[in-house]
């Protein structure tokens, strides 16, 4: 009896090895690898304080610090509802290289999202080349759905998330919105 308890525990074992040899990568980055900041980014993409940082700070935060090489950008989803869930699957299904372009467009176009999300989605969908039955395929990917939601766990646990967006530029955390002096300051301060 204790032998089949053992291969019942050995069998679940090695079967939780697989799925996480077979994870998803649901963490997107953009700028130099070796770049000498690195700022993490946990963000909703139904948060409006998420969509003012991509608003307010992105295009500078772009322009002298990504595009230069001196800062890398690692970007992790941590939906707030369902809504923000389905558009970061929508935007992890597409070629990682069009990520942050998604990303940049899905704030900047929030107001439209949380107004109609469903169409929205779809409307998204077909700009970026996928008609309604994929849409329909990726929002209802469950691995996809539940690698999110077990980040966003993963996420809770280890950084204390109380809120979106949670920003670290380097080791230096910044919860909620960042005063925009302090942020650029905070980075200046890294290079320097």
């Keep these: 009896m204790k032998f089949f308890k053992k291969l019942f525990m050995l069998a679940g074992f090695l079967g939780a090895l697989s799925s996480s040899a077979n994870a998803i990568d649901i963490i997107r980055?953009?700028?130099?690898?070796?770049a000498p900041v690195v700022i993490q980014e946990f963000s909703?993409?139904?948060?409006?304080f998420c969509s003012r940082f991509?608003?307010?700070?992105?295009?500078e935060l772009l322009e002298k610090y990504v595009d230069t090489g001196k800062?890398?950008?690692?970007?992790r989803n941590y939906p707030l509802d369902n809504v923000a869930l389905a558009t970061s699957m929508l935007g992890l299904s597409l070629p990682k290289e069009k990520y942050f372009d998604y990303l940049q467009f899905a704030y900047l176009n929030q107001n439209k999202l949380v107004k109609?999300?469903?169409?929205?989605?779809y409307k998204w969908g077909k700009i970026a080349g996928l008609?309604?039955?994929k849409v329909d395929s990726i929002l209802s990917d469950e691995n996809l759905m539940n690698e999110i939601k077990?980040?966003?766990?993963?996420?809770?646990?280890?950084?204390?998330?109380?809120?979106?967006?949670?920003?670290?530029?380097?080791?230096?955390?910044?919860n909620g919105l960042p005063d925009k002096k302090e942020f650029f300051a905070e980075i200046e301060k890294q290079l320097n």
Excluded: A, M, W
Excluded at 54 to 59: A, T, V
Excluded at 150 to 174: A, C, H, M, S, Y
């Design 116 to 121: 109609d999300p469903l169409n929205t989605l």
């Design 150 to 174: 077990f980040d966003k766990e993963k996420i809770q646990k280890n950084k204390n998330l109380k809120g979106t967006p949670l920003i670290f530029v380097g080791n230096k955390r910044f």
């Design 54 to 59: 991509h608003r307010e700070f992105y295009p």
């Design 29 to 34: 980055e953009k700028g130099n690898s070796n």
């Design 44 to 48: 909703s993409l139904t948060c409006g």
């Design 71 to 75: 800062v890398k950008i690692v970007y």
């Design 131 to 133: 008609d309604k039955q």
